[in-house]
Protein backbone atom coordinates (compact mmCIF):
# COMPACT_ATOMS: atom_id res chain seq x y z
CA UNK A 1 0.00 0.00 0.00
CA UNK A 2 1.05 3.19 -0.82
CA UNK A 3 2.16 5.94 1.98
CA UNK A 4 -0.95 7.51 3.10
CA UNK A 5 -0.81 10.87 4.33
CA UNK A 6 -4.24 11.67 5.76
CA UNK A 7 -7.22 9.43 6.12
CA UNK A 8 -10.93 10.86 6.36
CA UNK A 9 -12.83 8.77 8.72
CA UNK A 10 -17.00 8.66 8.78
CA UNK A 11 -17.71 7.06 12.35
CA UNK A 12 -21.00 5.79 13.48
CA UNK A 13 -21.77 2.94 16.23
CA UNK A 14 -20.65 -0.11 14.50
CA UNK A 15 -19.65 0.64 10.84
CA UNK A 16 -16.36 3.18 9.63
CA UNK A 17 -16.24 4.28 6.16
CA UNK A 18 -11.99 5.32 5.16
CA UNK A 19 -10.56 7.45 2.67
CA UNK A 20 -7.12 8.14 2.57
CA UNK A 21 -4.84 9.52 0.36
CA UNK A 22 -1.07 9.54 -0.68
CA UNK A 23 1.30 12.82 -1.14
CA UNK A 24 0.15 13.57 -4.69
CA UNK A 25 -3.79 13.60 -3.39
CA UNK A 26 -4.67 10.42 -5.23
CA UNK A 27 -6.90 8.22 -3.12
CA UNK A 28 -5.14 5.16 -2.20
CA UNK A 29 -7.66 4.12 1.11
CA UNK A 30 -11.35 3.16 0.34
CA UNK A 31 -12.42 0.86 2.84
CA UNK A 32 -15.57 -0.24 4.71
CA UNK A 33 -14.41 -1.37 8.75
CA UNK A 34 -16.46 -2.46 11.56
CA UNK A 35 -15.39 -1.72 15.01
CA UNK A 36 -12.71 -4.12 15.73
CA UNK A 37 -11.69 -4.29 11.87
CA UNK A 38 -10.92 -0.22 12.21
CA UNK A 39 -9.16 -0.59 15.65
CA UNK A 40 -6.65 -3.15 14.55
CA UNK A 41 -6.14 -1.73 11.08
CA UNK A 42 -5.12 1.69 12.63
CA UNK A 43 -3.11 -0.75 14.91
CA UNK A 44 -0.95 -1.93 12.56
CA UNK A 45 -1.11 1.20 10.14
CA UNK A 46 2.13 3.26 10.62
CA UNK A 47 1.52 6.85 12.34
CA UNK A 48 -0.55 8.74 10.16
CA UNK A 49 -3.21 12.53 10.37
CA UNK A 50 -6.45 11.15 10.73
CA UNK A 51 -9.56 13.35 10.48
CA UNK A 52 -13.04 12.43 12.01
CA UNK A 53 -16.22 14.85 12.64
CA UNK A 54 -16.76 15.99 15.94
CA UNK A 55 -19.64 14.35 17.14
CA UNK A 56 -20.67 11.92 19.70
CA UNK A 57 -17.89 9.59 20.82
CA UNK A 58 -15.56 10.96 18.52
CA UNK A 59 -13.04 12.19 21.63
CA UNK A 60 -12.65 8.50 22.59
CA UNK A 61 -11.73 7.51 19.27
CA UNK A 62 -9.27 10.47 18.60
CA UNK A 63 -7.50 9.92 22.22
CA UNK A 64 -7.95 6.00 21.54
CA UNK A 65 -6.11 6.43 17.61
CA UNK A 66 -3.95 8.84 19.01
CA UNK A 67 -2.21 6.29 21.39
CA UNK A 68 -1.17 4.57 18.36
CA UNK A 69 0.87 7.52 17.28
CA UNK A 70 -1.91 8.57 14.58
CA UNK A 71 -2.22 12.84 14.57
CA UNK A 72 -5.55 13.47 15.16
CA UNK A 73 -8.00 15.94 13.76
CA UNK A 74 -11.53 16.62 14.76
CA UNK A 75 -13.61 18.81 12.13
CA UNK A 76 -17.10 20.75 13.59
CA UNK A 77 -19.53 18.97 10.98
CA UNK A 78 -20.74 22.65 9.49
CA UNK A 79 -16.89 23.11 8.17
CA UNK A 80 -16.75 18.94 6.58
CA UNK A 81 -19.78 19.69 5.18
CA UNK A 82 -19.17 22.38 2.44
CA UNK A 83 -16.31 19.91 1.17
CA UNK A 84 -19.61 17.41 -0.24
CA UNK A 85 -19.60 17.78 -3.57
CA UNK A 86 -23.40 16.08 -4.20
CA UNK A 87 -24.97 13.13 -2.58
CA UNK A 88 -24.63 12.15 0.92
CA UNK A 89 -23.71 9.03 2.19
CA UNK A 90 -21.13 7.77 4.01
CA UNK A 91 -18.08 7.24 1.71
CA UNK A 92 -18.99 11.08 0.66
CA UNK A 93 -18.82 12.13 4.22
CA UNK A 94 -14.99 10.26 4.74
CA UNK A 95 -14.21 11.96 1.62
CA UNK A 96 -15.29 15.75 2.31
CA UNK A 97 -13.27 15.12 5.90
CA UNK A 98 -10.32 14.13 3.95
CA UNK A 99 -10.45 17.17 2.23
CA UNK A 100 -11.60 19.54 4.75
CA UNK A 101 -8.11 18.51 7.32
CA UNK A 102 -6.28 19.30 4.48
CA UNK A 103 -7.13 22.89 4.18
CA UNK A 104 -4.66 25.39 5.65
CA UNK A 105 -7.50 27.86 7.28
CA UNK A 106 -9.46 24.74 8.73
CA UNK A 107 -10.70 25.02 12.26
CA UNK A 108 -10.04 21.87 14.63
CA UNK A 109 -11.93 20.89 17.81
CA UNK A 110 -8.89 20.03 21.00
CA UNK A 111 -9.46 16.49 21.80
CA UNK A 112 -10.42 16.75 25.71
CA UNK A 113 -9.38 14.54 28.30
CA UNK A 114 -11.87 11.91 30.09
CA UNK A 115 -11.67 14.37 33.34
CA UNK A 116 -12.39 17.17 31.09
CA UNK A 117 -15.46 15.48 29.27
CA UNK A 118 -16.47 14.07 32.95
CA UNK A 119 -16.82 18.32 33.71
CA UNK A 120 -18.83 18.74 30.64
CA UNK A 121 -21.15 16.01 32.23
CA UNK A 122 -22.13 17.46 34.94
CA UNK A 123 -22.94 20.81 33.20
CA UNK A 124 -24.99 19.01 30.84
CA UNK A 125 -27.11 17.24 33.76
CA UNK A 126 -27.30 20.27 35.10
CA UNK A 127 -29.10 21.65 32.17
CA UNK A 128 -30.92 18.74 31.86
CA UNK A 129 -32.27 18.66 35.20
CA UNK A 130 -33.32 22.55 35.03
CA UNK A 131 -35.09 22.11 32.16
CA UNK A 132 -37.12 18.78 33.00
CA UNK A 133 -37.83 21.14 36.38
CA UNK A 134 -39.17 23.72 34.19
CA UNK A 135 -41.35 21.16 32.01
CA UNK A 136 -43.00 19.73 34.89
CA UNK A 137 -43.73 22.97 36.76
CA UNK A 138 -45.36 24.49 33.30
CA UNK A 139 -47.37 21.07 33.26
CA UNK A 140 -48.82 21.66 37.19
CA UNK A 141 -49.45 25.40 36.34
CA UNK A 142 -51.46 24.51 33.75
CA UNK A 143 -52.92 21.39 34.62
CA UNK A 144 -54.32 23.51 38.05
CA UNK A 145 -55.45 26.07 35.95
CA UNK A 146 -58.18 23.29 34.26
CA UNK A 147 -59.39 23.78 37.77
CA UNK A 148 -59.22 28.06 38.20
CA UNK A 149 -56.27 27.32 40.64
CA UNK A 150 -53.69 30.14 39.45
CA UNK A 151 -50.45 31.26 40.89
CA UNK A 152 -48.00 33.86 40.66
CA UNK A 153 -45.06 33.55 38.53
CA UNK A 154 -41.73 32.25 39.95
CA UNK A 155 -40.48 28.61 40.47
CA UNK A 156 -40.89 29.47 44.09
CA UNK A 157 -44.63 29.89 43.73
CA UNK A 158 -45.07 26.22 42.33
CA UNK A 159 -44.96 24.67 46.60
CA UNK A 160 -47.40 26.91 47.58
CA UNK A 161 -49.98 25.59 44.66
CA UNK A 162 -49.58 22.26 45.75
CA UNK A 163 -50.31 23.24 49.44
CA UNK A 164 -53.59 25.22 47.60
CA UNK A 165 -54.36 21.82 45.52
CA UNK A 166 -53.88 19.20 48.45
CA UNK A 167 -55.69 21.34 50.81
CA UNK A 168 -59.08 22.02 48.40
CA UNK A 169 -61.51 19.10 49.02
CA UNK A 170 -63.55 20.25 46.36
CA UNK A 171 -61.47 18.46 43.68
CA UNK A 172 -62.01 15.20 42.34
CA UNK A 173 -59.58 12.51 44.14
CA UNK A 174 -58.51 11.40 41.14
CA UNK A 175 -57.21 15.08 40.25
CA UNK A 176 -55.25 15.31 43.89
CA UNK A 177 -53.60 12.21 43.51
CA UNK A 178 -52.32 13.13 40.11
CA UNK A 179 -51.37 16.18 41.51
CA UNK A 180 -49.74 14.72 44.49
CA UNK A 181 -47.66 12.68 42.35
CA UNK A 182 -46.33 15.38 40.19
CA UNK A 183 -45.52 16.92 43.73
CA UNK A 184 -43.36 14.26 44.62
CA UNK A 185 -41.56 14.44 41.06
CA UNK A 186 -41.42 18.02 41.53
CA UNK A 187 -39.54 17.67 45.02
CA UNK A 188 -37.20 14.83 43.67
CA UNK A 189 -36.44 16.68 41.41
CA UNK A 190 -35.49 19.75 43.22
CA UNK A 191 -33.37 17.56 45.52
CA UNK A 192 -31.72 16.03 42.65
CA UNK A 193 -30.55 19.54 40.91
CA UNK A 194 -29.53 21.01 44.19
CA UNK A 195 -27.32 18.12 44.65
CA UNK A 196 -25.59 18.66 40.99
CA UNK A 197 -24.97 22.13 41.82
CA UNK A 198 -23.48 21.49 45.18
CA UNK A 199 -21.29 19.19 42.69
CA UNK A 200 -20.67 21.93 40.76
CA UNK A 201 -19.83 24.43 43.75
CA UNK A 202 -16.75 22.29 44.73
CA UNK A 203 -15.39 21.58 41.44
CA UNK A 204 -15.79 25.45 41.06
CA UNK A 205 -13.96 25.87 44.23
CA UNK A 206 -11.10 23.46 43.33
CA UNK A 207 -10.45 25.01 40.03
CA UNK A 208 -8.07 28.25 40.32
CA UNK A 209 -9.09 29.88 36.62
CA UNK A 210 -12.78 29.40 37.60
CA UNK A 211 -12.01 31.21 40.46
CA UNK A 212 -10.18 34.22 39.01
CA UNK A 213 -13.07 34.38 35.94
CA UNK A 214 -15.94 35.33 39.01
CA UNK A 215 -13.79 38.51 39.46
CA UNK A 216 -15.08 39.43 36.51
CA UNK A 217 -18.44 41.83 37.29
CA UNK A 218 -21.40 39.90 35.49
CA UNK A 219 -19.79 36.24 36.07
CA UNK A 220 -20.55 33.94 38.47
CA UNK A 221 -19.56 30.64 39.51
CA UNK A 222 -21.96 29.16 37.10
CA UNK A 223 -20.37 31.33 34.44
CA UNK A 224 -17.07 31.06 35.21
CA UNK A 225 -17.17 27.00 35.57
CA UNK A 226 -19.33 26.83 32.20
CA UNK A 227 -16.46 29.38 30.68
CA UNK A 228 -13.49 26.99 31.67
CA UNK A 229 -15.59 23.61 31.13
CA UNK A 230 -16.63 24.25 27.31
CA UNK A 231 -12.78 25.72 26.68
CA UNK A 232 -10.35 23.96 27.60
CA UNK A 233 -7.76 25.40 25.09
CA UNK A 234 -8.49 28.56 25.26
CA UNK A 235 -5.23 29.50 23.44
CA UNK A 236 -6.72 27.64 20.33
CA UNK A 237 -8.07 31.26 19.95
CA UNK A 238 -6.45 33.84 17.95
CA UNK A 239 -7.57 36.49 20.28
CA UNK A 240 -10.83 37.59 22.60
CA UNK A 241 -12.74 38.74 19.54
CA UNK A 242 -12.19 35.35 17.97
CA UNK A 243 -14.04 34.07 21.08
CA UNK A 244 -16.26 36.16 21.30
CA UNK A 245 -17.17 35.30 17.73
CA UNK A 246 -17.59 31.18 18.69
CA UNK A 247 -19.81 32.31 21.27
CA UNK A 248 -22.32 34.00 19.22
CA UNK A 249 -21.95 37.28 20.84
CA UNK A 250 -20.70 39.33 17.90
CA UNK A 251 -22.94 40.88 14.95
CA UNK A 252 -23.74 38.72 11.57
CA UNK A 253 -22.03 40.34 8.67
CA UNK A 254 -23.83 41.00 5.22
CA UNK A 255 -21.76 43.50 3.83
CA UNK A 256 -21.28 43.95 -0.02
CA UNK A 257 -19.58 46.08 -2.79
CA UNK A 258 -18.25 47.90 0.10
CA UNK A 259 -21.16 48.87 1.82
CA UNK A 260 -21.05 47.06 5.40
CA UNK A 261 -23.77 45.81 6.74
CA UNK A 262 -24.20 44.68 10.61
CA UNK A 263 -26.97 42.49 12.21
CA UNK A 264 -27.99 41.07 14.97
CA UNK A 265 -25.47 38.73 17.31
CA UNK A 266 -25.04 35.12 14.92
CA UNK A 267 -26.04 33.08 18.06
CA UNK A 268 -23.69 30.70 16.49
CA UNK A 269 -21.46 28.01 19.43
CA UNK A 270 -22.90 26.93 22.89
CA UNK A 271 -26.27 28.74 23.58
CA UNK A 272 -26.56 27.60 27.41
CA UNK A 273 -22.86 29.37 28.06
CA UNK A 274 -24.14 32.33 25.80
CA UNK A 275 -27.04 32.55 27.77
CA UNK A 276 -25.25 33.16 31.06
CA UNK A 277 -23.16 35.67 30.13
CA UNK A 278 -25.68 37.62 28.77
CA UNK A 279 -28.04 37.28 32.25
CA UNK A 280 -25.42 37.77 34.01
CA UNK A 281 -24.32 41.10 31.81
CA UNK A 282 -27.97 42.12 32.61
CA UNK A 283 -27.69 42.20 36.44
CA UNK A 284 -24.79 44.49 35.78
CA UNK A 285 -26.71 47.12 33.91
CA UNK A 286 -29.71 46.75 36.64
CA UNK A 287 -27.74 47.50 39.32
CA UNK A 288 -25.92 50.59 37.64
CA UNK A 289 -29.19 51.99 36.97
CA UNK A 290 -30.11 51.68 40.34
CA UNK A 291 -27.63 53.86 41.40
CA UNK A 292 -26.16 50.88 43.43
CA UNK A 293 -22.33 50.28 41.89
CA UNK A 294 -19.76 52.27 40.14
CA UNK A 295 -20.18 51.62 36.56
CA UNK A 296 -17.01 52.02 34.41
CA UNK A 297 -16.96 55.36 31.92
CA UNK A 298 -17.64 52.70 28.83
CA UNK A 299 -20.10 51.07 30.75
CA UNK A 300 -21.89 54.21 31.66
CA UNK A 301 -21.83 55.48 28.16
CA UNK A 302 -23.65 52.27 27.07
CA UNK A 303 -26.26 52.24 29.05
CA UNK A 304 -26.87 55.97 28.25
CA UNK A 305 -27.02 55.21 24.18
CA UNK A 306 -28.23 51.60 23.61
CA UNK A 307 -31.28 49.91 24.78
CA UNK A 308 -31.33 47.15 27.48
CA UNK A 309 -30.77 44.23 25.38
CA UNK A 310 -28.12 45.92 23.30
CA UNK A 311 -26.21 46.90 26.40
CA UNK A 312 -26.32 43.66 27.59
CA UNK A 313 -24.78 41.91 24.91
CA UNK A 314 -22.43 44.68 24.46
CA UNK A 315 -20.97 43.90 27.91
CA UNK A 316 -21.49 40.21 27.31
CA UNK A 317 -19.34 40.54 24.78
CA UNK A 318 -16.17 42.51 26.62
CA UNK A 319 -16.35 39.64 29.77
CA UNK A 320 -16.23 36.89 26.66
CA UNK A 321 -13.05 38.34 25.83
CA UNK A 322 -11.95 39.49 28.99
CA UNK A 323 -12.42 35.59 30.62
CA UNK A 324 -10.57 34.75 27.31
CA UNK A 325 -7.65 37.10 28.36
CA UNK A 326 -7.58 35.55 31.87
CA UNK A 327 -7.35 31.90 31.00
CA UNK A 328 -4.80 32.34 28.47
CA UNK A 329 -2.62 34.72 30.27
CA UNK A 330 -3.61 33.22 34.19
CA UNK A 331 -3.75 37.45 35.29
CA UNK A 332 -6.04 38.40 37.80
CA UNK A 333 -8.91 40.39 37.33
CA UNK A 334 -8.31 44.45 37.77
CA UNK A 335 -11.50 46.70 37.84
CA UNK A 336 -10.85 49.75 35.82
CA UNK A 337 -11.38 53.03 38.30
CA UNK A 338 -14.90 54.32 38.31
CA UNK A 339 -16.45 56.82 36.02
CA UNK A 340 -16.79 60.15 36.23
CA UNK A 341 -19.86 61.51 38.35
CA UNK A 342 -21.33 63.40 35.03
CA UNK A 343 -21.13 60.11 33.10
CA UNK A 344 -22.85 58.40 35.69
CA UNK A 345 -25.20 61.28 35.88
CA UNK A 346 -26.11 60.69 32.21
Same mark, same amino acid.
Given at each position: ?27 VLRRRLRRRQMIEFFKEL ?60 MLFVPVKTTDQQAALMLI ?50 ? /?? +? %? ?7 ? *? @??? =???? $??? &? ?98 AWLAGIIASKKPKVAAVA ?7 ? /?? +? %? ?7 ? *? @??? =???? $??? &?
Amino acid at each position: MEQIIRIGMDTSKNLFVLHGVNAAGEAVLRRRLRRRQMIEFFKELPPTSVGIEACAGAHHWARLLGSYGHAMKLIPAQHAKRYVKRGKNDAADAKALCEAMSRPDMLFVPVKTTDQQAALMLIRIRERLLRNRTQLANAIRGFAAEFGLIAPKGLCRIEGLLERIAADETLPAL /AR +K %LFARQGREY *A @RLQ =AELD $ATE &AMLMAWHRADERSRRLTKIPGVGPIAACMLVMKTPAPEAFRSGRDFAAWSGLTPKDHSTAGRRRLGGITRAGDEALRSVLITGATAVIQHARRNRGKPSAWLAGIIASKKPKVAAVALANKNARI /AW +K %LMVSGEQYR *A @RTA =APAA $ARA &A
